[in-house]
């Protein structure tokens, strides 16, 4: 069977938008000579829509574009449609929608199998609006049995993982349906999955690994197209592929682009998994941070950002990432800086905006804080130099951004890492205004490989920031070292509590690290949680950020 | 039977100081003797724990606190406990932990009843954490057969909901079991169910004919024991009763407060349904924010809040509920006249502050402002006037209330309402800072209502601060009229979109005004989540608040 894996980047309710993509990508595909063409889990509507598909129109529009998308099937010899919508279901004690995969043929809705493993876990809550399956079946798509599953109907083989998180493995109960079709049937098992999954780290590996185990289990070719582009927090990699019986790869798209690949299941030329390494990862967190800054702009009808440049290497990294996204033309930097600043803040963020190509601009806080601190006497008076005194430098250059921000309509991009953000270094309304938090999904430690990985054909951040101690400048002398332990201790502490709950006493042997040092730090964790409950949306590339994925309580006793 | 209604105030993780709390109500319950005390659901852990539940050291201390808890029923003639709390389960495909109410008695756990309908809407994740139960049954305390449940799983009676949220009614399930049981046993049905219901709008009138509907349709006395106190934006208002086979009460508890509440199911003695109101649904929503405000702090270990005080009533009304709850002696109001504030915005601030008894203080802005318009000199030269320039007031005073804060160790908190957070007429990292936003689920008709209950014994906000024309004061003449159309004409808009879902056009025929009016408000709700998703958490008093039972994407085409 030839089908092309049409790999779109949907807008969340953009319908419109949505339908036109898979039009034309329908076309290109039919062109090529297929039999079906495959686009991604809620293709219609965009995932993830979220509350929106609490909206009588909302469903009522998804449910009018897929009746369109299915008319373009109409005509002799034409391709088949495999796509993702929601339909309603109104029975009583159910949801009121599905997450289903559409098979469309001749002008016609012919097939829906709904999901029937909902994801509510992390960031995904599909529990909250669809209705499961109850039951899967094989269909036909052009006279060729098929195997319909959509994203995480896949991912629960016992075979697979350690553990499995649903009672049922769908992919398992179509198998035994396949096992007893008769000959000639029988002959060609094809496992067809539609996905929404997300990027992080080592995902997409995960994805060959546990496809592959699948393919050879029930010995089936597995075809998987997955959404590309970002929407929020959230950016799809793509990456489609399709997996024959021997678990080889029989096609593969491109990560983090529209694609469209085409694959004949029968084919018997494969090609070779590329090597995976740590360089490769790192150039896939920069893609999603590219990607993910690029669409929350963009799909919101945004071109041009703002970062507030310190001279350091966070602020340095966002823009690069802002200018390889948006173009130099669209991204402005602004210096601010206060009377803790280092000389280097101004001339490292001056040639760094030079190298990118950028306007750059200094807006400075001195004068403004000394403002405050007059009209702060009543409360600052015979006071000592302290947090406050900090925290008002952060917080002028935040409204400085905000400022211009309204006044030219760009958005401002936060250039917070994870580091800073898990600890609480970093200063509420201040450093951490923005639109997007781009890099507060990454530990400084990649900041560091990341900035690295920027500067990898010419020299784009100075050598001065990428080799000067971190230092937040707001008081003399300030090191980040004063605060908090060195990076390469600190971030293994952070990943291992924020992302595998580790006990700090399973820490403190891992890392060998004294467990009060441990203990320090999750409890800055802990008590700096209602500085994130009001943060900028984060590109999410790891298994566990900040954000809707991770909901802990503000108060509580820990 | 007697039972005890032990309404406690949990703290989410405080284990000893929940512990606490039960043995003392325990204890106070045995010296009025009764053969059981029933304490809310999970009470042992406190309820809400959200992602807590994943950290294993938070479930291994819930079931150590849990025979903490059974040990005290240890001993000739002591009452049996019925207490929340959550259990382990280890089966593949299953989460893993249940949320459970727990029998103990003679020290020891006797019976165990696994939560069945898990909320899935609104604030609710339960599903994200807990296995539900697969079945129920009847268990023995004391020599006499009851029915437990948990919260919802009284919630989806088929004769009181026009439309079932899940396909079993465990009440029924458990009464079919009832009627088989042999006589005497059979006699006296009860039910008893421990809750953990957060206050909103006609929740307890709701609870109330409910619970009653339940009663008289089972031929049951049914026994609810409900949460009170807040933890972070839900609010738990007790409220705890007790309703006899013919739908009539047998005891209620206060709303608000700890309470312990004696009832004899076999009692023949009622008491009347207080008659309700719409005065007395302000009385509770001011109970309420008392209640969530205190116990925000307080939780917190926080004594002091602060309040930017501005002539106008929103802020007049966050500072006369924080006195309330924290008392005027903690209470500091902060002045900020701009060069666009009218006289009245200090002299009405300065008034309510001598009503309240609280501390005021003035920190001007307009040297700030002006120094920040010559540090924008490269962006702001030659420009007119417009968003920028009025959104610069806000940050500032931000700023001044955060410096203040952390100064001083207070709390701000913000004043904003939902018809400002609803259409975005507000400034973010502006009159948005804050830790916890009082009134923002509070619609600014009802921000009247409220402010003249506060007013209900003495004259605590000035009657200029309850007439004059609501402004912003951040262009000269400014009226929020300018940009909005009055509140009466707004708030019923917002509220039909944002509680009900309801139509542009159907909000157009039942209010009878402007479709196009209607379009614009909800564009203006659309188009302002990002705001919202950097709020403060919002004390929820609605069936629909801002914060995390609303799930909105921010980069979506609506």
Redesign the interface.
Known sequence: MRIALAQINP?????D?NYGKIASFYERATAAGVELVMFPELAVC?Y?????L????FIARTEETLLRVAEVTRGDGKPAILCGAVMRCDR???KHVRNVAVVCDGGQVQFVQTKMLLP??DVF?E??YFEPAQQQGLTMIKGQPVAISICEDAW?D?MFWP??????DPIEELMKQWAVLPQPLSGNRIILNISASPYWHDKCEVRYRMIGALAKRHRATVVMVNQVG???SLVFDGASFAINPEGKLLAQSHGFVEDLVIVDTASSETIPFAEDSEQAEIARTWDALVLGTR??LH??KFSKALVGLSGGIDSALVAAIAVEALGAENVTGIGMPSEFSSEGSVTDARELAENLGIRF?????K??Y???E???T???AG?PF???EE??QP??R???L???S???GALVLTTGNKSEMATGYCT??GDM?G?LAVIADCYKTEVYKLSRYANRERRIIPEETLTKPPSAELRPGQKDTDSLPEYDVLDPIVRAYIED?T?AEEIAAQQQVDVELVRRIIRLIEINE?KR?????VLKVSKKSFG?G?????????
């Open positions: 807008t969340v309710g953009d319908f938008g965009g993830w829509p979220a509350d929106l609490e909206k009588e129109s009583p004690g159910e509510f876990y809550d529990q909250r629960n016992k553990r499995q998180q649903y009672p049922v970002a929407n929020d669409d929350y799909k919101s601009e200094i807006a400075p806080v004068e403004i000394n403002r405050f007059d009209s702060l009543p409360f600052f006071t302290g947090l406050a925290n008002l917080r002028i935040g409204t400085i905000m400022a211009v309204n006044k030219t509420l309304y205004v639109a709950y006990s209602y409950q009001q943060a900028a949306p809707r991770r909901r802990f309580p503000i108060v509580a006793v820990r």
